[in-house]
């Protein structure tokens, strides 16, 4: 059974830094693309960035492009999220998604089939 599992959210001042990890297991992580996408209340899920399966290629949302970075460690089929300069606009619920390597447009939850139970960033003013 395929388990998606986020870490490392927390609370944090605007300006600081946090890092999110996310583990998959029972998949071949080396055959699916990976997301993060967050969630805040009352909001829609949101893509926040997508690493493609070899890790050559990243996608980000508008709202991130040069505060996070994505990666991904294929020897323990782990993904990391690096936050930096957060903002209270990042407080949410982060979620960890996986999907196979060629699913259409990289934002569209849909188009995940493995998704983690998420991991909270409360950023604080």
């Known amino acids: 059974q395929v388990q998606v599992v986020e870490s490392g959210g927390g609370s944090v001042q605007a300006g600081g830094s946090l890092r999110l990890s996310c583990t998959a297991s029972?998949?071949?992580?080396?055959?699916?693309?990976m997301g993060w996408f967050r969630q805040a209340p009352g909001k829609e899920r949101e893509g926040v960035s997508c690493?493609?399966?070899?890790?050559?290629?990243?996608y980000y949302a508008d709202s991130v492009q040069g505060r996070f970075t994505l990666s991904r460690d294929s020897a323990k089929n782990t993904l990391y999220l690096e936050m930096n300069s957060l903002k209270p606009e990042d407080t949410a619920m982060y979620y960890c998604?996986?999907?196979?390597?060629?699913?259409?447009?990289?934002?569209?939850?849909?188009?995940?089939?493995?998704w983690g139970q998420g991991t909270q960033v409360t950023v604080s003013s």
């Open positions: 998604a996986a999907r196979p390597s060629a699913g259409g447009t990289w934002s569209t939850a849909r188009t995940y089939n493995y």
């Open positions: 029972a998949l071949t992580f080396d055959d699916y693309t």
């Open positions: 690493i493609s399966w070899s890790g050559s290629t990243t």
